[in-house]
C-alpha cells in the first residue's frame, strides 16, 4: 500500500513538472556564443571561435534519404517513440550519476533537446530528468518532420559546420539539397564525434560508419539490399578553414585547441558554442620576438625551407611563444608540434649527463683527433671542418662539438645511458631514431622542436621536469571554472650534475659554435646540432628563466628531408649559423622584458677525471668530403599535408 502511494505522489510530481517545463524556440539557440582565446595577460584577445558556419534550410525541400539516413544512424524507432527512450535514459542516468561518465539521449529528440535546448550534457538526476520531459513535451508539441528539420538544421558536422547545409558545402561542396544517398549516409554517420570521425582524418572509422548508416537503411526498409551493394565511399573536400587560423597565430589557436580536447572533458563544439573564456600561457612580447626573429632571416632561402622557433618556462613547462609556421592556412602541420628533424649535436650533452651521473668530472679527456676508427662503427668518425684537437677535456669538446671526443665518451658511459638520459630530461620514449646504439650520442633521433624545448627545460630547472602546456585556464560564461591547468614538478637529476652540465653549455655560447649569442650580453647555455648532409641544423639555448629552440630543416616533393640549401653567405646551414642567430634575436627582447634575471647556478666540480695516457695520434685517413656531424642518414619528415588536428598531436599527441 505504501509502495502504491509513493507511485502516486511520484506521479503527481512528474506531471506537476512536466507541465511546467517551457520548450523554447529554436531560435534561442541557434545564436550561440562563441568562445574567446585569450595570450597570457588576459587581456588580448588572441581569437574569437564562434559558430559563423550555419544556416537553416527547409527541410521540405530536401531529399527523402537525408532525413532517413539521420534515423537510420541515431533512432531507428524515431517514427513510433514517444520522442524518450525509457530503457536508454535509466542507463545514462546510471552511468552518469553511479559511474560518473557522461552519456547523452539516445532518441533524436533527446539528442535535439540536449545540445540545443539544455546546452551540453547534465551530469545531476534532475537534469537528466528534465531533458527527457523536454523531450516529451516536444514530441506532442511538434510532429516528427518539424523534430527531425529542427534535428538536422543544428546539429554540429565537425569542420565548424552547424546543420546539414553547412556540412554539405565542407564536406562536399554543394548546398544540401543536391546531397546523394552516399554522402548523406557519411554525414550522418560522423555525428557522434564529427572532429574526430572526418574523413581526411580518421577514413577508417568514416568509413565504418557510413556502412553502418547504410545497413541501417537496410534496416528500416528504405533501402534494398541490391542497391546497398552498389554504393561506394564518397570522396570528400579538403577542409577550408576559416580566416582566424591565417598566418602563425593559427598554429596557437589549433595547438590550443588540440591541448583542451585531449587534456580535458572540453570538445571543440563547446569551444565554439558555449561561450568560454580560454587563456592560454602565450606572453604577447614572446610571440611578436618569435615572429619578427624567423622575419629577420635572410629571404634567399628556398621556399621548402621550414622553420620552428619557441620559448618555454622551465620552472612550470608554460609555452610562451610558438612559431609553428608563416600560415596555418597554407601548411596544416605545425612545425613545433609535429613535425620532426634529426637532432644532431643538440643529443651530445644527454651522453655529458650521463658520464657525470657515473661519477665522471667535466676534466676528463679524450684524444679527439679527425677521422679516427672507434668501436661501433664501421667507418672513421670525423669532426666537423676535419679538425683534430688531439687531447682535450669534456668542457672543449663540448664547447667545439667534437664528435670524436664525445663518441667515445658515449661508448664509456653506454648508448643504453645516453638513451635513458634523454628519456629521463623528456625526450619521448619513443622518438623516431631513438636507439641505444653508438651513434645515438650523434643526434640520429628525430624528436619534434617541442620535445628538445622540454628535454633542455629539465637542465635549465636544475633537474626538475614540467609538462609543456599551452592552456592556463578555462572560464564559463557564467564564470564558474571549467579547467585549470596543475603544474606538477618531478626530479629528473640531481642538481649538482645539472650545474655542471650548464656550466658546460654556457661554454658553447662563450668559447664554442654558439659564440653569436654573446651579443645577449648575459649568461647564456645552448647547444648547435648539424644533421648529416646539412638535413637540419639547430639551436637549442636557455637561461634558467627562459628556454628557447630553433630549428630548420627543408622538405623535399616527396616529403622527405634534404640539404638545406645554403642562403645568407653561408656556404653550407648549420646549428651555428642561421639558428643561433635567429635564436639570439628572439631571445634579446623577451630577455630584455624580464624584470629580474635568475643566475646559473655555481659550478658544484663533481666526479672523477679519467684522464688517459698519452697516445699517439692515428695517422688520419684521406676522405673526400667532411659532412657536419652525424654519420646515419635521418629518417624521412612526416608529409607536410594538411591535419587540422593533428599533436598535439600532441596533444599534447603530433
Do not use: C
Amino acid at each position: 500500500m505504501a509502495g502504491f502511494a509513493v507511485g502516486v505522489i511520484g506521479f503527481f510530481v512528474l506531471a506537476i513538472w512536466y507541465s511546467r517545463i517551457e520548450v523554447p524556440a529554436p531560435s534561442d539557440f541557434a545564436a550561440a556564443e562563441s568562445s574567446t582565446v585569450y595570450y597570457a595577460d588576459q587581456t588580448t584577445v588572441m581569437a574569437r571561435l564562434g559558430v559563423a558556419n550555419r544556416e537553416i534550410v527547409d527541410f521540405e525541400t530536401l531529399p527523402p534519404h537525408v532525413g532517413q539516413v539521420f534515423i537510420a544512424a541515431e533512432d531507428r524507432t524515431f517514427e513510433t517513440n514517444p520522442g524518450v527512450d525509457v530503457v536508454g535514459t535509466a542507463r545514462a542516468l546510471f552511468r552518469t550519476v553511479i559511474q560518473g561518465q557522461q552519456q547523452g539521449g539516445s532518441t533524436i529528440t533527446q539528442q535535439y533537446v540536449e545540445r540545443y535546448y539544455v546546452g551540453e550534457t547534465t551530469t545531476s538526476i534532475k537534469g537528466k530528468i528534465e531533458e527527457a520531459l523536454m523531450a516529451l513535451k516536444i514530441d506532442t508539441e511538434q510532429d516528427k518532420d518539424e523534430i527531425l528539420g529542427n534535428y538536422v538544421n543544428t546539429i554540429y558536422f565537425g569542420r565548424g559546420a552547424y546543420g546539414i547545409q553547412a556540412a554539405s558545402r565542407q564536406y562536399f561542396a554543394k548546398d544540401a539539397v543536391d546531397l546523394t544517398l552516399s554522402e548523406a549516409a557519411m554525414l550522418a554517420g560522423i555525428i557522434p564525434a564529427p572532429s574526430a570521425w572526418d574523413p581526411r582524418l580518421s577514413p577508417e572509422k568514416a568509413e565504418q560508419r557510413w556502412n553502418y548508416v547504410l545497413d541501417g537503411m537496410v534496416a528500416i526498409g528504405e533501402l534494398e539490399p541490391a542497391d546497398r551493394l552498389r554504393m561506394t565511399f564518397p570522396e570528400v573536400a579538403e577542409y577550408r578553414n576559416d580566416d582566424v587560423y591565417g598566418g602563425p597565430q593559427g598554429y596557437l589557436i589549433r595547438a590550443a585547441i588540440v591541448e583542451l580536447t585531449e587534456r580535458t572533458d572540453i570538445t571543440q563544439e563547446q569551444i565554439e558554442t558555449r561561450g568560454l573564456s580560454i587563456y592560454t600561457t602565450i606572453d604577447p612580447v614572446h610571440q611578436q620576438a618569435a615572429i619578427d626573429a624567423v622575419a629577420q632571416m635572410p629571404e634567399d632561402h628556398a621556399p621548402n625551407l621550414r622553420v620552428a622557433a619557441m620559448t618555454m618556462n622551465p620552472q612550470t613547462g608554460a609555452i610562451t611563444s610558438m612559431y609553428g609556421g608563416a600560415d596555418y592556412l597554407e601548411i596544416q602541420r605545425n612545425a613545433v608540434t609535429q613535425d620532426i628533424a634529426q637532432a644532431g649535436s643538440t643529443f651530445k650533452p644527454f651522453a655529458l649527463v650521463a658520464a657525470l651521473q657515473q661519477g665522471m668530472s667535466l676534466e676528463s679527456e679524450y684524444v679527439a683527433n679527425h677521422n679516427m676508427r672507434l668501436p661501433g662503427f664501421d667507418n672513421p668518425v670525423r669532426n666537423f671542418g676535419s679538425v683534430s684537437y688531439g687531447q682535450i677535456d669534456l668542457v672543449r669538446a663540448t664547447e667545439a662539438s667534437v664528435n670524436t671526443a664525445y663518441v667515445q665518451l658515449a661508448h664509456d658511459v653506454g648508448p643504453e645511458a645516453v638513451k635513458d638520459a634523454a628519456i629521463k630530461a623528456g625526450i619521448p620514449e619513443d622518438t623516431v631514431g631513438l636507439e641505444s646504439n653508438p651513434s645515438n650520442v650523434l643526434g640520429t633521433a628525430s624528436p619534434h622542436p617541442l620535445d628538445m624545448a622540454s628535454a633542455y627545460a629539465t637542465f635549465a630547472a636544475n633537474g626538475m621536469s614540467t609538462e609543456p602546456f599551452m592552456v592556463a585556464s578555462v572560464i564559463a560564461s557564467d564564470g564558474s571554472e571549467r579547467y585549470v591547468h596543475e603544474v606538477v614538478q618531478d626530479r629528473r637529476f640531481e642538481a649538482d650534475v645539472m650545474a655542471e652540465t650548464s656550466y658546460a653549455l654556457t661554454r658553447v655560447v662563450q668559447a664554442g659554435s654558439g659564440a653569436f649569442a654573446r651579443e645577449l650580453g648575459r649568461p647564456v647555455a645552448g647547444k648547435t646540432g648539424t644533421a648529416n648532409e646539412n638535413r637540419s641544423a639547430w639551436f637549442v639555448g636557455y637561461t634558467p628563466d627562459i628556454v628557447g629552440v630553433v630549428a630548420l630543416y627543408q622538405v623535399g616533393e616527396d616529403g622527405s628531408a634534404e640539404a638545406i640549401t645554403p642562403f645568407g653567405g653561408f656556404s653550407q646551414i648549420t646549428g651555428g649559423t642561421v639558428p643561433v642567430r635567429v635564436w639570439t634575436w628572439m631571445m634579446a627582447p623577451i630577455l630584455d622584458s624580464f624584470e629580474e634575471h635568475t643566475p646559473f647556478p655555481a659550478r658544484t666540480f663533481i666526479g672523477t677525471s679519467n684522464i688517459p695516457e698519452p697516445e699517439p695520434s692515428p695517422t688520419p685517413e684521406p676522405e673526400p668530403e667532411p659532412s657536419p656531424e652525424p654519420e646515419p642518414s635521418p629518417p624521412p619528415l612526416p608529409t607536410p599535408v594538411p591535419s587540422p588536428t593533428a599533436i598535439l598531436d600532441m596533444v599534447l599527441k603530433p
